[in-house]
């Protein structure tokens, strides 16, 4: 099993910025690839940015690529989430998440991750 607890959430002022935090804990939990997710209200969830299990591959959703950054530290189980040039329409619940797949690769789809934290709240104003 794979534990996630998320934090780091807000209210921050457009242009603003905020880190988000995921610890994972469990059965080799530094070694599962990793995504972060949100989800507005009356939208689907969607993929914001992943990163492999080994921390050398990652991959951002259009509309946040040049904000934010997604990076980990296996030694502390963890991966963060940097937002930066923060929007109005970056407010959205954040959730982490971890699939089981290869070591390896990325994966940037929702149904691809099984393991899910219980998310955060952003909110950036205008």
């Known amino acids: 099993q794979v534990q996630l607890a998320e934090s780091g959430g807000g209210l921050v002022q457009a242009g603003g910025s905020l880190r988000l935090s995921c610890e994972a804990s469990?059965?080799?939990?530094?070694?599962?690839?990793m995504g972060w997710f949100r989800q507005a209200p009356g939208k689907e969830r969607e993929p914001v940015a992943a990163?492999?299990?080994?921390?050398?591959?990652?991959h951002y959703a259009d509309s946040v690529k040049g904000r934010f950054t997604i990076s980990r530290d296996n030694a502390k189980n963890a991966v963060y989430l940097q937002m930066s040039s923060l929007k109005p329409e970056d407010t959205a619940v954040y959730y982490c998440?971890?699939?089981?797949?290869?070591?390896?690769?990325?994966?940037?789809?929702?149904?691809?991750?099984?393991?899910w934290g219980q998310g955060t709240q952003v909110t950036v104003s205008s």
């Open positions: 469990g059965r080799t939990a530094s070694s599962y690839g």
């Open positions: 990163i492999s299990g080994s921390g050398g591959s990652t």
């Open positions: 998440a971890a699939h089981l797949f290869d070591y390896t690769i990325v994966i940037f789809t929702t149904s691809g991750y099984v393991y």
